[in-house]
Structures are given as structure tokens and as C-alpha cells.
């Protein structure tokens, strides 16, 4: 009777038939055994700085007791696909790579984009018109010249093209490259000034659709793909430099009505779109309004967002719960108010570990550090908005300094490669913060951070079997599984 009864509800609800099958899928379990782990370290008071540290073996350790401290890892269950880590390629970053020697020049490129003896970028963002961290406030077009008939990127041919040109080569030839407008030119504007916010006049909402249609075809003509592009950077700034205001309204309707529409009718339907491109803070708040108006929403691929409010880490878990269909990436970072002084203070590369961290396990799909290069004085910059990068220049001298932010950076980009898939890596202490990934090779990449001055003892635990390591105070690590 039970039986009979049971087909009854399963032929009355087909939907209880497609429920049950789902709980009984099986999946098939990773297994560690025969497996070797190596580790890549950089620690502070030490000469570690990506140093392979380490080669462990897995044993069998069925269950861990509360005491352990274990990172655990579930290969089985995987979520978003990785693009890519990389840095902005913008005019203060090209200005100084070309007053580099040669020998330079090229250890930068290496350093940077080589899979093998560098750090393996592949992501990269850089500036449509001036942005801060150019030489000068410039634009495209001629004043008033509402047809475009001026526009040309002269400016940029004299070092940024010749400069994104060489880190495409220097990466292979492939590079995901997307742009962002600081300003448009300051008569499309209420204020008429490419600085100080001020706000896009509306009968110049077309004339600045077309104006990223003309950016992208121009770049393209030189050989450089655009692979897609921003809104406006930074939307709710008044900056003293160049920026603009767009309320949530504001970009809804300009991405729905011209800019969206202009792109598919250039034939641009597969540029990437990209909106917000601000902090952490007022990211829901933005990418609820966009994506909850379907005429806007469908011509957005994600949300690009900053780190300048720190630690809200939630809002952007919140948009990728809300939203899952739409794609989240960290677009702009860097430890500001440059002080030569402290370029080697240990909390700079910390601070791009714990928000890499965080980021990608919330969902991210690539992280996109700010400039690549910059000089000895944190420029140029011509607002006197001077910050760190990575790697700085001293143009005087030729000296590189290789911040320790390069190292935390590499221990994601040089490890964790497009197309990876995030994986499960839980800790069941607050000191280790991890994430991991499964790259298409199907090795593992399990990255541990220690934010503390204490030596931790850990087990690396993937499904009953145990590899023993220990984090150094003040560290990351990574630990390719294979």
C-alpha cells in the first residue's frame, strides 16, 4: 500500500520525482590519495617571496578533533569560473616604463605577465581620456564637436598604446583588456569641467554613446582588443580630478535608452558591460536598481567594484546571492598616500591578501589591481594623488623596488589561471583565512593567509586524508595539490 501510494504522489507531482533524483545524485568523490602538495611562501622577516618552501604527503586521517586546526577542502563542489588577475595599464604606468632602460623595460614585462618566471597576469583595465594618474587633463575630441569628426588618440599613441602593446606581447598575445571613462570632455557636462564631478548633460547622452563606440573601434584599429568596459569610474566621487556623478537611476537609464542600444547596433553586442565601478559600500544599493529594470539589465554582464571602504565584504556576497546570474569583478585597488618611508611596511601586501580572500570566495571572477608601475614619488600624477603600486621606478636611477603586494598578488595570478573553477577550502580557525580553486588541469590551488604574529600548525584535509603544514606568522601561502 505504501508503495502504490508512493507512485500515486510521484505521478500526481513529477516535480517530487525531479527532487528525489537530486538527492540521490552521486558525485564523485576527490580523492588525495597518492598525492603530493607543493608550497609557495612569502613571509615576512624571512627571504621567502613565492620560494617553494615545501613538499608534503597526504595521510589518512579520517577524523580531525576539535583541537586540530584544519583547512578543509571539497574539490567536488565548485562555483565561478575564473577570468583572470591583473593591473591597470594607464599613462602614469606607460610614462614611466618608458623612462626605463631596455634591461628594465623588460624585467617589468617579465615579471608581470611571464606564466613561469613571473606572475602571470592576464587581466588588465586602462583609462578612456585622462585619469588621475595621467601627465596632463586631456580629451579625445575638440571642444563642441558633437559629431566626433575630431576624435582621435594621438595623445595615447606617444606611450600607453606602444606600452599595452608590449604586455600583450609580453603575455602571450592574449590579454582580457577592459576600459573606463574617468570624465567625459568637459562641454558634455553641467559643471564644463573634466574635473570637480559635475554631471553628463542630457542631450550629450547619445553623443557619449557613441564616444566609447569610437574609443573601441580606434583601439582596435591599432591592434588592441577591447575585451569590454565600465560605465564611469567611480560614479558617486566628486573627485578633484577628472570624474563624474551618475545616480543609480542615472546609469540605469543611460546604459537602457543609449548606451546598451549603441553597442549592439555597432555590432558590439559581445563588449562586456560593466556597471558601478565604485566601493564595496553602495554596491547592492546600486546593482539592485540596474538589474531589477530587465531593458537595463540585459545588456549588463556584472558589477565591477573598488576597496576604498575596506571591510564591507558582505555587500558584495549579497549582490551574487540576489543576482547570480550576473558576473561580480574587483576593478580598481592600491594602498594610497605614498610615503617612500614605508614601502616596505608588511601590511601593504596584507591588505591585497585579505580582500583577494575574501573577494573571490564571495564570488568574483577576476581582481584588478591598480597601476602596474609608478615612480619613485607614487606618480605621476597630476593632482598630486600619488599611491603605491607593485613595482616602483625610480626613473632617475633605474632602481626597481618590488613592493611585498606583488608577492600576495602572485600567489593568485601565478597559480590560479583562467578557467579555474573556486572550489570549497573552509578553516576552523579565524587566524587562517583560505580560498582555493581547481584549475583545468585539475590541479588544486588552496591559498592560506595569516594576518598574525603567531606560527600555525594546520592540516590540509581533503576528504579522510590529511597533509601536515605550518603557516608563518604574517604569510600567505599556496599549495598546488597535484
Known amino acids: 500500500m505504501k508503495k502504490t501510494l508512493s507512485l500515486i504522489l510521484l505521478s500526481a507531482c513529477p516535480f517530487l520525482l525531479k527532487a528525489q533524483s537530486t538527492v540521490h545524485k552521486t558525485v564523485k568523490t576527490y580523492a588525495a590519495t597518492g598525492k603530493s602538495v607543493a608550497v609557495y611562501t612569502t613571509a615576512e622577516n624571512t627571504d621567502y617571496r613565492i620560494t617553494r ?43 614611466t616604463f618608458y623612462k626605463l632602460p631596455a634591461d628594465k623595460q623588460k624585467e617589468i614585462l617579465n615579471a608581470y605577465y611571464n606564466t613561469e618566471t613571473g606572475i602571470g597576469y592576464t587581466l588588465a583595465r586602462t583609462n578612456i581620456q585622462s585619469c588621475d594618474f ?29 606600452f599595452i602593446k608590449s604586455v600583450m606581447a609580453a603575455a602571450g598575445g592574449k590579454l582580457t583588456l577592459f576600459a573606463t571613462p574617468w570624465s567625459p570632455p568637459a562641454w558634455m557636462k553641467t559643471n564644463n569641467d573634466m574635473m570637480h564631478g559635475g554631471k553628463l548633460k542630457p542631450e550629450f547622452d547619445q553623443t557619449w554613446a557613441n564616444f566609447y ?61 560593466i556597471i558601478w565601478d565604485h566601493n564595496r559600500d553602495l ?56 610615503d617612500l618611508s614605508r614601502i616596505n611596511d608588511w601590511r601593504w601586501g596584507e591588505v591585497y591578501g585579505k580582500s583577494m580572500v575574501n573577494d573571490f570566495n564571495n564570488g568574483i571572477v577576476g581582481w584588478t589591481d591598480w597601476n602596474i608601475l609608478l615612480d619613485e614619488q607614487g606618480g605621476p600624477n597630476h ?41 570549497i577550502s573552509s578553516s576552523n580557525r579565524d587566524q587562517l583565512l583560505t580560498t582555493a580553486f581547481v584549475n583545468k588541469d585539475n590541479k588544486l590551488v588552496v591559498i592560506v593567509l595569516n594576518l598574525t604574529d603567531e606560527t600555525l600548525p594546520y592540516n590540509l584535509w581533503i576528504k579522510g586524508m590529511a597533509a601536515n603544514t605550518t603557516s608563518l606568522p604574517h604569510s600567505i601561502t599556496t599549495l598546488i595539490v597535484q
Not at 567536488?76 to 602614469?92: E, R, S
Not at 545616480?247 to 558590439?268: C, Q, S, V, W
Not at 540596474?290 to 554582464?301: G, H, L, N, R, T
Request: aromatic share 14%; with cysteine; hydrophobic share 35%.
Open 383 to 423: 593632482v598630486g594623488n600619488f599611491c603605491y603600486a607593485p613595482i616602483h621606478a625610480n626613473v632617475q636611477t633605474g632602481k626597481l623596488t618590488y613592493m611585498n603586494s606583488y608577492y600576495y598578488i602572485g600567489h593568485f595570478s601565478k597559480f590560479v589561471r583562467p578557467g579555474a573553477k573556486r572550489i
Open 53 to 95: 618552501t615545501a613538499t608534503l604527503a597526504f595521510k589518512s586521517h579520517p577524523q580531525p578533533v576539535e583541537t586540530e586546526a584544519c583547512i578543509f577542502v571539497d574539490p567536488a563542489k565548485t562555483f565561478q569560473t575564473v577570468l583572470g588577475v591583473g593591473g591597470a595599464l594607464t599613462d602614469a604606468s606607460a610614462e
Open 213 to 273: 563606440i569610437k574609443f573601441i573601434k580606434a583601439y582596435e584599429k591599432e591592434g588592441i582588443p577591447v575585451w569590454g568596459l565600465s560605465v564611469q569610474n567611480e560614479p558617486m566621487a566628486n573627485q578633484k580630478w577628472e570624474s563624474c556623478i551618475y545616480t543609480a537611476e542615472d546609469e540605469r537609464d543611460f546604459i537602457k535608452n543609449y548606451l546598451g542600444p549603441t553597442l549592439h547596433n555597432n555590432g558590439m553586442a559581445d563588449k562586456k558591460l
Open 134 to 162: 595621467s601627465s596632463d587633463v586631456y580629451s579625445y575630441v575638440a571642444d563642441n564637436d558633437v559629431s566626433l569628426k575630431t576624435f582621435n588618440i594621438d595623445h595615447d599613441k606617444k606611450y600607453r598604446i606602444p
Open 283 to 338: 554596491i547592492y544599493q546600486r546593482a539592485s536598481t540596474i538589474y531589477e529594470d530587465p531593458e537595463a539589465a540585459k545588456y549588463v554582464w556584472g558589477t565591477g567594484f573598488h576597496w576604498y571602504v575596506r571591510d564591507v565584504f558582505d555587500n558584495v556576497k549579497l549582490v551574487n546571492e540576489a543576482f547570480p546570474n550576473k558576473n561580480l569583478m574587483f576593478t580598481e585597488g592600491c594602498s594610497e598616500r605614498f
